[in-house]
């Protein structure tokens, strides 16, 4: 960037929703600008960088930049090749998970520029980090074709004073060795004393005053303001792992140690049952050691730090999954009301079912924040959900979140990079293991993350999961102030909510179940995940099962269910139950804790584009789960789905 000026002089990628038009300028032809040419929308992660992508973890991403883009149209080294500086796509580009793969992969196949019409938060600050600009403002487009140098200025635009200052020092190391040599500095929060959210509030008191003093917290903080906070606890798994220590080593030196290890953690969850599932092709392209060595680097670093790691485990000998999902375990084992968490993917806002303010962030971010401790916040606005009345039977959270993903505040992309607080005495009659379906879900429409405030429900999971004192978990509990200011509220009455399924392709196309209409049969149906496999959710499955068993019924010929636990201790929780037997006989495939399918790593992806999968995962996303169709549902409408053949409800059985 000279004289503070970006001249692109790559070609610029329209991602259109015309396959020949896209095919057209991957073999050379450049498409004048047209600003009403259909571009493709809700571009996730997963299409930039699909899962099996991921298990690389340096330049070799450039090669396959893109090449899960709906319509298959992008093969291997297609961008790479193309001499591309920019690439143009519709809204929420980035959408879905938190894997800075995605940008990264943009970056080193030649791009300089992402313009689209909305951008995702985490996708975006991982752009930041790494020193890829992007934009929302679609007249740089015809100024970058006619070669024009573009003032840096153009692309901080909006973006609060650190944003800006990462960008104008090329990403986010960079900008912190400058901070740290006192030749940059966050400005001061200034924020005077106000009523603030749930979420203000806690972000408040993890304010860094004083770095080198360890002085935290200031009176108020607003949407809008900027600053490095403190995290209480750090995490990341063995998808990205890899990559953070690979940049930390860049950057601090192979010698340089974790600050504080014992808040950080560190999960093998995401790709423990990949072998059972790699297709052949990849195997022959030597995936197979690539995304084993994942593991390994990982758990060479954790000996190294003294960090602790949720690993395998095995029983006669064998490997039979994962010890928790990590999003699992930090609810059940590590994270407490009040306190600031930060995790490397995307689904970390499930935490906020404690009362924490808890998010994804990128490799970088995670990076940095072991050598800090901190990560880099800027103060989000606050949607707020007031849920009233009581749930109808037969519908539960999940069908809470996938009616209000479909609403136009979100669908239309108003929701990204805000938090989500769900209130009122609807959730508080909510289990805290259905609190979290929601906060988990919350990202799925690009929010920042999701949070319920603490209470008594909170406060007896606490003291029962993990033997804590009740007065000291009451005395952590973080409440919104009276008067305080939210972007909107959304009151909701949950009597009216009925279940709903999400039809292939994104978890904000709910739908009403009964509009699905022509028995839409099924192939597999999957009940587990973080979203999916909590007690609760053991506990909805086993009730629609139980009942088809007792009607001489099972699961249909032709379907195969399956049934994965979020943690060994979901596990433990369901076979004391006696679910493991009910389930088995029913006619249900039980796995072990892992990710697996959600990501396409585990039983129960689908292997043909034909096939058809209703699941209780969180997200959609094409290709996500294998190049079938999927359909998002309740524990409940899983369990009679594989029952009855085709998608339904509990009522049916």
């Known amino acids: 960037m000279e004289n503070r000026g970006v001249r692109i002089e790559g070609r610029i990628l329209y991602l259109t929703e015309d396959s020949s038009l896209l095919e057209r300028q991957l073999n050379g032809e450049d498409l004048p600008f047209d600003p009403d040419r259909p571009l493709i929308s809700n571009i996730s992660t997963d299409e930039i960088t699909p899962g099996w992508v991921c298990y690389y973890y340096d330049e070799t991403l450039a090669r396959f930049c893109l090449v899960g883009l709906r319509g298959g149209k992008i093969q291997k080294d297609s961008v790479k090749n193309g001499g591309f500086g920019v690439i143009v796509s519709a809204i929420s580009k980035g959408c879905g998970s938190s894997r800075e793969t995605a940008p990264y992969s943009e970056l080193k196949a030649g791009v300089r520029v992402v313009i689209a019409k909305s951008i995702e938060k985490i996708y975006r600050q991982n752009a930041q980090n790494i020193g890829l600009l992007t934009s929302t403002d679609f007249s740089l487009v015809p100024r970058i074709q006619a070669g024009e140098t573009i003032p840096i200025e153009e692309f901080t635009k909006g973006l609060d004073e650190i944003s800006r200052d990462i960008v104008l020092h090329g990403g986010l190391f960079a900008y912190n060795r400058a901070r740290l040599s006192g030749q940059a500095s966050p400005p001061a929060v200034t924020t005077a004393a106000r009523p603030m959210t749930l979420c203000e509030k806690i972000l408040a008191a993890h304010v860094i005053v004083d770095a080198r003093e360890k002085k935290l917290g200031v009176p108020a903080v607003k949407p809008g303001d900027a600053f490095f906070a403190r995290t209480d606890v750090r995490f990341s798994h063995e998808y990205v792992t890899p990559m953070a220590e690979s940049l930390f080593i860049a950057e601090m030196g192979k010698d340089q140690m974790v600050t504080e290890p014992s808040s950080v953690f560190a999960f093998r969850d995401h790709l423990t049952f990949l072998d059972l599932v790699m297709p052949k092709a990849h195997k022959d392209m030597g995936l197979q050691e690539q995304a084993a060595s994942l593991a390994t680097v990982q758990e060479a670093f954790t ?65 940095n924040a072991w050598y800090t401790n901190d990560v880099r916040v800027t103060v989000p606005e606050t949607a707020k959900f007031v849920l009233h009345g009581k749930l109808r039977p037969g519908v539960c959270a999940k069908d809470v979140m996938l009616h209000i993903l479909s609403q136009p505040f979100f669908k239309s992309g108003a929701g990204i990079g805000k938090v989500l607080e769900f209130a009122g005495e609807g959730v508080r009659a909510m289990s805290l293991d259905e609190r979290a379906t929601l906060t988990n879900m919350a990202v799925e429409a690009g929010s920042f993350t999701g949070i319920i405030e603490a209470d008594e429900v909170v406060v007896e999971y606490l003291a029962q999961q993990r033997g804590l004192d009740k007065d000291a978990v009451r005395q952590r509990i973080v409440r919104a102030d009276e008067g305080a ?142 190049p079938g169709k999927v359909y998002l549902a309740s524990p409940l409408v899983v369990a009679a789905s594989a029952v009855c053949g085709y998608i339904a409800g509990p009522e049916e059985i």
């Open 303 to 367: 000996k190294k730090q003294n960090v602790r790691l949720y690993g395998e485990v095995h029983r006669d000998g064998k490997l039979v999954g994962s010890e928790a999902i990590c999003h699992n375990k930090v609810i059940e084992e590590i994270a407490l009301p009040g306190q600031l968490v930060a995790g490397t993917d995307s689904h970390t806002c499930m935490a906020g079912a404690l009362g924490c303010f808890a998010f994804g962030v990128g490799s970088t971010d995670m990076a």
């Open 485 to 626: 200011t939210y972007l909107e509220v959304f009151e909701l009455d949950l009597s009216a909510i009925v279940p709903m399924v999400a039809t292939p392709g994104d978890p904000r196309n709910g739908i009403p179940l009964s509009t699905v209409g022509d028995k839409q049969k099924i192939d597999i149906a999957y009940g587990g995940s973080c979203t999916g496999g909590k007690k609760a959710d053991m506990d909805m499955y086993a009730d629609v099962l139980r009942r088809a068993v007792d009607k001489g019924r099972r699961v249909k010929d032709g379907v195969h269910l399956y049934i994965q636990f979020g943690s060994q201790d979901i596990r433990r929780y369901a076979e004391g139950k006696g679910y493991l037997e009910l389930f088995k006989s029913a006619g249900a495939e039980l796995v072990d804790p892992s990710c697996g399918a959600c990501i396409k790593a585990g039983p129960g992806v689908s292997d043909a584009p034909e096939q058809v999968t209703v699941s209780a995962i969180n997200r959609n996303f094409p290709g996500r789960s294998g």
